[in-house]
Structure formats: C-alpha cells, structure tokens
C-alpha cells in the first residue's frame, strides 16, 4: 500500500496547484477589503461555463482564452464591487457580517441563474492536453502524472508569480498592500480606497473564473460545483490564515494531499467529511491559519 | 488603620519582550482621589487594564479590599465593585441609554423593574437622566463619556477607574465632568483617574502616582509630583496640556 | 400598558389560529398552514443568535436536522412514543449547542459563521455515511396521515417558542444582556456580564426549538434524508426570512417568514417549472435587503414609526418606559 503514497503526493501536489490560485486571489481580497466572498465557488463556476461556450462556440483550445475569461469576469467584479464596498462600509449592523450575508445572496443569486441558464448536467471542457501523462520511473515507483493536471500545476505557479510581482513591484501592489494594513492611513496617503478595492476584487473575480477554466478542463463541471469549491476555498484560505498569502500554497498542498489520500487509501465519500472535521478543528485550535498569520 | 481599597503589588504585564507595566507597586486607601500620570506610552492604560480584570499581571498581585483579584476576569471584578470607563468609550449603541445603564444596574437587582428604577436614580445623580430614551450612538461625545460614568456608577463600585473621561470636551463639558467626580467622591468612592489634562488631574487628586515607561517614578502630593525632577524630565518633549 | 395589548394580539391570533382547521378543513390548505408555522419557528430561533446576539450562523439548520433525525431514530429503532421524542430532539439539538457552542462562539463573528457552516456540513456528511441514519436513503417513518395533527402541534410548538422566546428576550432581563454583549462584549464584560456563558445560554435557546420543530418535521414528512433535514437550504432560507423581516426583533423573522413562505408557495403553484428561479429571488432578496434596507421591513418600519435616527440593529426597548423618567 505504502508503494502508492508516492504517487498520492504527486497528485496530491497537482490538485493543490489549482487550489492556491484560488485561494491566492481569495485571500487577497480578504486581506484588502476583508470581505470573505461566499460566492468565490459561484465566481468559479460561471468561469468555467463560459469557457465550456467560448470552446464550444469557436472550437478553440480553451488554454488560449484563459485571458479572455479572466477580462470578461474582471470586469463584471470591477462593477459588482462598490456595491460590496457600500455594505461593508455601512455603520449599519455588523459591516463584515452584513459582507457576509451579502454575499451569500449573491451565491444564491449565481447557483439559481447557473442552473437555471445551464441546467443540471456535468460537462467537461476538452483541450489538448487531456490527453497524456508522463511517466516517472524512480526507484520501485511508478508515478503517472496526466498532461493536463501538470498544466494546471503550471498555471499556478504562473499565476502566483506574476500576482507576487503585481503586488511587490508596482505601485498598485503597494497601494493594496498598505490598503490591506492600514486603511484610514492609506487614505491619507493618497490611496484612493474604493478605485483599489475595485481593481482588488476585478481581479480575484477574474483570477478566480479563468481557474474555473481550467477545472472544467482538469475535473468536470456543473451548475452545482460552486459549492464544493467554496468548501475547498475557505478550508484553503482559513488554514493558510486570512490574508496570509504566504500560507496558501501550503494549504493548498495539504488540501490536495487530504483529498488524494482519502482517494487511495479510504473512501472517497468521508473526504468532506475530514475536510469538515479539519477545518472546524482548525477554526477552533488556531483560528489565524496553521501558521498563526492570519487575520 | 482602615484596609486600603486597592493594593497593586509589584506588578509587571509583559507582552513579548516589552515591560509595558514594571514591578509597579501603590495603594489606595478609601475615600482618596488617587491620579495616575506619565508620558504617552508609559503604561497607565495597561495599569487599569490589569486592574480592572482585562489583563492577568505577568507578576505581581492586585488585592481589592483585602482579596487576591489577580487574574479573574472583569465581569467578576465589576460585581465586586470595581467600575470603570474606557478611554475609547464603550456606549452600546444600537440600545437607549436608559438600557445601557440598566445593564450594569441588573448586576444589583435582577428583576428588570427594579433594574431600571436604579438606573434612574443613577441617571438623575450624573445629570443623564433628560436623555432616557436618546439612542446612545446619537449622543455627543460629553454624553457618550458621561453616559460611561454613570454606566460604571451604576454598579455602585467602591473603586471608581476614570480613564481620560475629559479628554476631548470643551472646558464647560470639562468642569461639569469635575463637578459630577467631586459629587462621587463626596458619595465616598475611591477613585482613581487617569488624564493628561494636567490642571484637572491634579486640582483634584489627593495623591499622584506618576509612571513611566511602566516603571512607577514619583508618588506623592500633587504640589510635590510637580516639582520632582525625574516627573519633570519624564515630561521634557512632551506637551504637557495645559487647559 | 402597551405589554398588556401585545399579550392580548398574540391571544387572540393564537385562538384565532386554534379554529383556523375548523373552518377550512381541506388537508392541502392545512399542511401550507402548518408550514409556514415551521418557517416561523426556525426564523425566530435563528435570529435569536443571529439578530440579539449579532452572531451569524450559517448552520443554523444541522439543530433542526439533529432534531428530525432524533425522532426518527427513537420511533423507528427504538419503537418511542412520538410526543415523547419531541422534547429528546430538543433536547438532542441543546446538547450540541451547548458542547458545540463553547469552543465556536468565543471565534470572532466571520470565524463562527465559516464554523458553524462548517459544522453543518459535517454533520450532513456523517448523515450520508452512518448506518444508523439510514445513509443517503435517509429514514422512513410510520405513516401518519393527519394533517390537523400536525397543525395543532406545530402552532403549539411554534407559539410556545414565540412566547418564551418573547419573555426572555424582550421581557427579561436577559434580551438586554444579550443586546448588550452584541453591542460591545468588552464593554459588557466591564459591567458585570460573562459573554460565554450568555452566548452559549442563547445558542441553545436558539437550537433547542429548532430540534423540537425538525422532530415534528420529520413524523409529519414521514421521510427524511440528509439533503432535506441537514441541507443548507434550511438555514439559508432560515437567514433569508430573518434578515428580510428584521433582525434583532421576533415579530419582524416572523414576518418575513410569512411573506418569503408565501412567496415561494404560489412561486411553486404557478411556477413550478422555474423552481431555480427561486433561488435567484431568494438570493436577490437579501443582497437587496443588506444594501438598502439593513434593518428588515420591521426595523425599518420600527424607525421610521418612533422617528430614531437607523442606528445598528435596532433594539427594542421595553415598553412601558414611558412611565419612567
């Protein structure tokens, strides 16, 4: 049995690799607005039904119009934003929980319109590297790994480099930053909070659609798969801590491996129960993330 | 010798590396205005908060009344009587003043009746008592620091906190506040009262404690705290407010 | 003298009610009654600690599916009477408030919300995978076709909770406490208050209703399974109808949970092809209730009838105060 753990950490490590970019741009949100999204799953799979059309449409390799997934849906957070932003600014309530509930509307709102519009049936979104794997001889062990979720390694890694740039290297970066440290003080300083919350948000919607994307190329997709992966998104970003980014590949790997493992080794139907049970544990041991850095 | 009120000893409140309070030790007896003084930073809110059950000393033992208070928690202390107000005030907002007086009222009379007819009588002694209804978020700011007296007087304490209650009024809101200090001491509370307001704290403080950089500096009688060099020195590069 | 004329509303619509089934005995009208009851209940149970006590639960509904399974358990396995399983489902459903409640309401409100979501999900999982609850097939129970039955015991149910939960939160003492540790726990702490044990105290008030109203679910239903009793659509509605009707106030979950039942009933008598079309409104419902109308439709009108400036949730204070000061 131990002869298949290797390969559990392999696929382990790909599926993670999806889930940091989801969480990344989850998690950057947070840190700037402080808005915890519940409709982070709904933003992912109306992505991915709109690559499921795009490729459908124009018979094009989806992998090429990630970009065009990731402006459309930029735009439409750009929009959605201040909205956002006026409820979570307001002095009436709880302004973060009213953030809450407002986007749990908006979760209710997109999962009603997705299987409205898009009906109940699972699809996948082909491309040309679904097909193929490599394989790794090392030692006793065999490892498979399929093109595809390789891609979607890659993509991750891509995608985290270049948001690490954005946000170390320009000046945009270091207004989110300070925006996400200080706010009153970022104010003063020139920031003009609203315009950077609106381009924050543009693009964790967008980051967060075009990932969609590569789900649908990667697993399947369906009307119903927004909550899944809102589960995968928070058990991600409240391990990581909220905020921290710098958790998130971590986390993301654990949540590979967890969902691997229970794969190989045990039934796959107690998978969301441990990520639950892990995630509820995590909540009440060290509610700042494994790493104690959240928010 | 009548037991003192309250008996800091030797307490020190750590956090990470920095000694925001250092082997701090005084005592209050009843019936006295004690002041709390010292630069910004110097550790006078960490005081109260070890005080008034916020914080647990790191070393060192508070003793209210003759009992160890070290460490147990502020609703405890409260009913003990132990009162006090924060510097950034704690109004409850979304209820009427009325109702957040009668919260600390409850603590005494249970029955909800009784609660509020003491929280009248409390309201009428701080001068509150015309605002019954007024939604505490929609009060001054002289309101929202006088409601915060009259919650505190509410739990009929024997130790009053007063932390920086005139800081930021105007000088009639600042000589009503005196007035209504005066009126709790002449009720026979002990006080002891935080502000940087310098001629308030020491017009009307029998004793100042003077701390800085956690450390407790000076004691005595205002005239003398005034003249003693170290206060002084304490105090070069600060602003002293003068009113 | 105001506290004397709310007693004598809810008299005369607890009578009035009492004889609805006299009336109009078409069993369809009937169970729709009955329904609405349950909305009801699981509204006002939710907004107590999520309007009073200012802590948003996003699973608010695993109470009310501990309770329906509690029923089914003890009727089916262990041959109980079902009055007798009702106050073991709540009782069920306290419990895990209480031992739940410790370590997840000292969690900061988004914490508790994700938490409690969290939890409510697991338990749906251990739902599908246990034996004892009958797995993904759920639970049949013995069937028992009366509909005035079930009106009866709901309306008794559900008003009973409305009454005590009306004495303890607007009445006593206790809903002020509550408030107050909404408004500020630190500050509350500094007058006496101990928020634990008043938020876990409000937790199981919230939770153990629910159960009892799950257990009358689940006889009535006569079937249950983990995707109708620990789904998320009973919290997720739940929340809805609260925020809708006003938070911080039991009339205005009441109210909501009359006018989205209500709504969603003729959506589904007439539009029954467009049932996803349900979730939108639903949706769109509480993001436009949150960005324009925080307060509900009862806080809102609650303002704007005592003219105060739309503070934070609105807390009613008692009446009767006009007598004082």
Redesign the interface.
């Known amino acids: 049995m131990l002869l298949l753990l290797p390969q559990a950490l392999v696929d382990g490590i790909m599926i993670g690799g999806v889930f940091i970019t989801i969480a990344i741009g989850f998690s950057l949100a947070f840190g700037v607005m402080h808005i915890i999204d519940l409709a982070v799953g709904e933003w992912i799979m109306l992505g991915a039904f709109l690559g499921l059309y795009l490729n459908q449409w124009t018979n094009i390799e989806p992998f090429i119009f990630l970009p065009v997934v990731f402006v459309v849906f930029g735009l439409i957070g750009y929009y959605v934003q201040p909205v956002i932003f006026r409820v979570v600014s307001g002095k009436k309530g709880n302004p973060l929980l009213m953030g809450l509930v407002f986007t749990f509307g908006l979760a209710l709102i997109f999962k009603g319109a997705g299987l409205t519009i898009f009906g109940f049936y699972s699809h996948s979104i082909p491309s040309v590297f679904s097909k193929g794997s490599f394989s790794i001889e090392l030692g006793n062990f065999f490892l498979t790994i399929p093109v595809i979720r390789f891609m979607g390694l890659s993509y991750a890694i891509i995608i985290t480099i270049m948001l690490q740039y954005l946000l170390k290297k320009t000046d945009f970066g270091l207004a989110a930053r300070a925006l996400a440290q200080n706010r009153e003080a970022s104010g003063l300083m020139g920031i003009n909070p609203k315009k950077t919350s609106s381009y924050v948000y543009a693009i964790y919607v967008g980051i967060s659609a075009m990932t969609g994307v590569l789900i649908g190329c990667i697993f399947t997709l369906s009307a119903q798969m927004g909550f899944k992966y809102t589960v995968f998104s928070f058990f991600v970003v409240v391990l990581a801590g909220m905020g921290y980014m710098s958790g998130v590949p971590w986390a993301a790997f654990l949540l590979g491996l967890v969902q691997s493992i229970f794969l190989i080794y045990f039934n796959p139907g107690y998978t969301l129960l441990a990520l639950f049970v892990i995630l509820y544990g995590v909540l009440l041991i060290s509610p700042k993330g494994l790493f104690g850095r959240g928010w | 010798m009548p037991e003192p009120i309250i008996r800091v000893d030797s307490v020190t409140k750590t956090f990470g590396g920095l000694h925001a309070v250092d082997r701090v030790s005084f005592q209050i007896d009843p019936g006295e205005i004690v002041g709390l003084i010292g630069p910004n930073g110097a550790g006078k809110t960490t005081l109260f908060n070890v005080i008034s059950g916020y914080y647990a000393p790191s070393q060192g033992n508070v003793y209210f009344k003759g009992e160890d208070i070290s460490g147990q928690p502020p609703y405890k202390l409260a009913i003990k009587g132990i009162g006090r107000t924060f510097q950034v005030v704690k109004p409850f907002p979304g209820m009427s003043v009325l109702d957040n007086v009668v919260i600390a009222s409850l603590s005494l009379h249970p029955k909800r009746r009784r609660a509020e007819e003491h929280a009248g009588e409390v309201m009428k002694f701080t001068g509150l008592a015309d605002r019954a209804h007024v939604l505490a978020g929609s009060l001054t700011l002289a309101g929202r620091k006088r409601l915060e007296i009259t919650k505190a007087m509410a739990l009929e304490p024997n130790l009053v906190l007063l932390d920086e209650v005139v800081a930021g009024l105007n000088p009639t809101e600042t000589d009503q506040t005196i007035e209504l200090i005066q009126k709790i001491r002449a009720q026979g509370k002990t006080i002891l009262i935080v502000e940087h307001i310098m001629r308030v704290i020491m017009n009307l403080s029998d004793r100042v404690v003077v701390l800085n950089f956690g450390s407790k500096i000076a004691e005595g009688k205002p005239k003398d705290v005034a003249n003693d060099p170290s206060v002084i020195e304490a105090y070069l590069g600060e602003e002293a407010q003068e009113a | 003298m105001m506290r004397h004329r709310n007693i004598l509303w809810f008299i005369g619509i607890f009578v009035g009610l009492l004889v609805v089934p006299l009336i109009y005995s078409d069993p369809f009208f009937i169970r729709i009654i009955t329904e609405a009851f349950m909305w009801i209940g699981l509204a006002i149970t939710w907004d107590v600690i999520g309007g009073y006590a200012?802590r948003?639960n996003?699973g608010h509904g695993v109470f009310f599916g501990i309770g329906a399974y509690v029923t089914a358990i003890l009727m089916t396995k262990g041959g109980w009477l079902f009055t007798l399983t009702l106050p073991m489902a709540g009782l069920g459903a306290g419990l895990v408030a209480l031992v739940v409640g410790f370590?997840?309401l000292r969690?900061?409100?988004?914490?508790f919300?994700?938490?409690m979501w969290?939890?409510a999900?697991?338990f749906q999982?251990?739902a599908?995978?246990l034996n004892i609850t009958g797995g993904p097939d759920g639970m049949r129970m013995p069937a028992f076709l009366n509909p005035a039955f079930f009106f009866y015991i709901m309306l008794c149910t559900v008003a009973a909770s409305f009454a005590l939960l009306w004495y303890l939160m607007e009445?006593?003492?206790f809903g002020?406490?509550v408030?107050?540790i909404?408004?500020?726990e630190?500050?509350?702490?500094?007058?006496?208050?101990?928020?634990t044990k008043i938020k876990i105290q409000a937790f199981v008030l919230s939770a153990v209703p629910a159960g009892m109203i799950g257990g009358i679910y689940a006889y009535w239903i006569s079937y249950i399974n983990p995707a109708s009793v620990l789904g998320?659509i009973i919290t997720?509605q739940a929340?809805?109808m609260a925020?809708f009707g006003g938070?911080?106030t039991l009339i205005g979950p009441a109210i909501g949970a009359l006018i989205v039942f209500a709504f969603k009933t003729l959506f589904w008598a007439y539009l029954s092809s467009?049932q996803?079309?349900?979730?939108?409104?639903?949706?769109?419902?509480?993001?436009?209730t949150?960005?324009f109308l925080?307060?509900g439709i009862w806080g809102t009108y609650l303002t704007y009838r005592k003219s105060?400036?739309?503070?934070?949730?609105?807390?009613k204070?008692?009446e009767g105060?006009n007598e004082?000061?």
Do not use: C, W
């Not at chain 3, 630190?186 to 928020?195: D, I, T, V, Y």
């Not at chain 3, 105060?308 to 807390?315: A, D, E, N, Q, W």
């Open positions: 200012g948003v996003f370590p997840t969690l900061m409100g988004a914490y919300a994700i938490a969290s939890l999900l697991a999982q251990l599908l995978l009445r006593a003492p002020l406490k408030g107050s909404r408004e500020d630190s500050g509350a702490m500094a007058l006496g208050l101990n928020p998320d997720d929340i809805v925020v938070l911080g467009y996803v079309l349900y979730l939108i409104i639903l949706g769109a419902v509480i993001a436009a949150v960005v925080p307060n105060k400036p739309l503070g934070s949730v609105i807390y204070s008692v105060d004082h000061a």
